[in-house]
């Protein structure tokens, strides 16, 4: 399965992003992709008040025309996310839609992003978010993934509950920061792809120095052994990575990680 990360500069608002995100569409369908992953809120600025702001229902025009591109192109996309309005609430949402178009997966962050790091990042998502319950999985012709929302990397729980339930990758958009970036982005999807021996594939905005919340950037893609595939700087770029399933298999049958669990001591439930 090949994948392709948009890392991309976010514009401020729905539609700008949403032209650029055809364009950059097109360009991985050019480059062979299979799948493709955009970033954290790739709608508008990582900021409360815009995520107010956009607030969207499912079937809004930048969700739609992302569908109509996955259909019209063939390819499966995980929409990054955006501030989903439901149930009078607003929650932080990635949905994936497949080669026809269709929604096939919704995920709603999980864990909010609440920081204060003295010196450093300050950010409360709670101002605004909703946290998710969700475990979510989908099901693709390479077999099943997994997805979940930046913040949510940082508890093994969840990974290790979608790897139980039989995800051979995990597509994660996300927004590190300058704080958190340099010293836990590479850290935590090495570590979550070693624990579950699954590929993770993380999709980053573009930084923007001029923006009032300044990502690291470096998309990534990390193996079932730990290692780092393959990773972007922090500027504007397309992450293309063929994930060789049979290496996962391989993986798996040299150090059997997950056979080796002592649920007779433990386990983890999904709720």
């Keep these: ?21 055809k364009q950059m569409l097109v360009q991985a369908k050019q480059e062979g ?29 930048f969700l739609q025309g992302i569908a109509e ?17 439901a149930d009078g609430r607003i ?18 962050k999980t864990h909010l992003f609440d920081i204060n790091v003295p010196g450093g990042q300050y950010f409360m998502e709670s101002d605004t978010f909703t946290a998710g319950r969700d475990v979510t999985t989908f099901d693709t012709p390479w ?9 949510d990397i940082r508890f093994p729980e969840l990974s290790r509950l979608l790897a139980l339930e039989g995800a051979r990758a995990i597509l994660v958009p996300a927004a590190f920061n300058m704080t958190t970036g340099p010293a836990h982005w590479e850290m935590s999807f090495r570590m979550r792809a070693l624990d579950n021996q699954v590929f993770l594939a993380g999709c980053a905005p573009a930084r923007d120095l001029q923006s009032s919340y300044t990502a690291w950037g470096h998309s990534i893609v990390t193996d079932p052994w730990g ?45």
């Design 33 to 61: 992709a299979d799948l493709v992953g955009l970033p954290e809120m790739c709608c508008c600025p990582y900021e409360n008040s815009a995520f107010v702001r956009y607030a969207m229902p499912e079937n809004a025009p």
């Design 227 to 271: 290692s780092v595939v393959a990773e972007l700087d922090e500027n504007e770029g397309i992450l293309t990575v063929e994930l060789d399933f049979a290496r996962l298999e391989q993986v798996r049958a040299e150090l059997p990680l997950l056979k080796h669990r002592r649920t007779d001591c433990y386990d983890i439930i999904r709720k």
């Design 91 to 108: 929650y932080n949402a990635a949905f994936v839609y497949d080669n026809k178009g269709s929604c096939i997966a919704r995920h709603r």
């Design 143 to 151: 077999g099943k993934l997994g997805l979940m929302i930046c913040y």
């Design 69 to 85: 591109m996955a259909g019209a192109l063939g390819l499966y996309v995980v929409a990054g996310s955006v501030p989903l309005a």
């Design 1 to 21: 399965m090949k994948v392709a990360l948009l890392q991309l500069k976010t514009l401020p608002t729905p539609k700008e992003n949403l032209e650029k995100i």
